[in-house]
């Protein structure tokens, strides 16, 4: 049987965060031997809100090192930057223009955005979601795994895919997201109601990647919980403890219940302690291997040169299909 393609990306907006890892990464990593694996690091997508241009190509390459050290395997997985397959950009402008405004209009991502900022909005952020379904349709995409947050763009990818598919024959193969339980949903270690980001002006509200073993256990012991002190899951009363079970629970793949009855009489400090101690032998083995590739950027860029080149026969097959229905060209 053929094996289920999968698409997802990562966008160059900050630094990466334990909630990409776990969110996002984890899981790619995991299913890699079972699929056919497309990963792209989605810099077009980052310069939807301002960007320093020395940090998106830095993080680009910073990005790829990560994949590459958390066990993606370039012979399994293809990964490579958006931005190096012109096809996303052309793409997208088709897709636009089948896409309703009032649809587009509907997307939450957008609208909490928009509300947030109101100045200097762009249209780029605004079309967001049609760019990424291109990445999607661009691969004949069988499964997107994302975080909860991005579901409502692969539904909207559904919805154009299944529009022009009823309007030229069959041109699109309409994907699934797939959205892991556990992990889903790592939240910001001082605000535990809102979603861990990259672009978090606040660097404790976050754990980096490359943090080191004190700077993790200082963000760790500053972590808001609640006064009750009883480590118990219950995400409406204990969002803080609730966030540290749950990245526990993923850094040690332990299910929370058998946390919580380990943890039946510790106090907040000792539990935090031990938190912060799951995450730092989480990250050690990643951090060793992010200094190899310090050392060998040049073999990281042929990774990405490769990915690129890898992908090419389909996106360019793909867009030359949608061209023709439509009408383009000679
Ligand atoms: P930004 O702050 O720029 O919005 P982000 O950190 O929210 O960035 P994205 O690039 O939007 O990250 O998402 C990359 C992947 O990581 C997606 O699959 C997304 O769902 C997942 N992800 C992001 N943040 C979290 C989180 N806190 N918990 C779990 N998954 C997350
Ligand atoms: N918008 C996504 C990143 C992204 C993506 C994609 C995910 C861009 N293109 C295609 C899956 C498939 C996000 O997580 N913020």
Redo the contacts with the bound molecule.
Sequence with gaps: MDKKRVF????P??DF?I??Y????VNWVASQDEKENIFCI?DL??IT?PQDPKEVKRRNLEFAKIYLAAGLDPKKSAFFIQSDRPEHSELTWILNCFTYFGEASRMTQFKDQYREKKKNVTVGLFDYPVLMAADILLYDTDEV??????KQHVELTRDIAERMNKKFDKLFTIPEPIIKKT?????KLGEPTK??????VNPNNSIYLRDNAETIRKKFSRAVTDSDNKIKFDKAKKPGISNLLNIMSVATDTPIPQLEKKYASSNYGQFKSDVADSVIEMLAPIQAKLAEYDKNEDYVLKVLRDGAETVAPRAQAALKRVKKAVGLGI
Excluded: F, Y
């Excluded at 776990?22 to 990464?25: K, T, Y």
């Excluded at 795994?145 to 991005?150: C, H, K, L, S």
């Excluded at 992990?183 to 939240?187: E, L, R, T």
């Design positions: 997802s990306g990562i966008k907006s900050g965060t909630g990409n776990m969110g996002a990464l989605v997508h980052s809100v795994p994302v975080g909860e947050d991005q992990g889903a949903k790592i939240m979603k861990m980001a990259k672009s978090d």
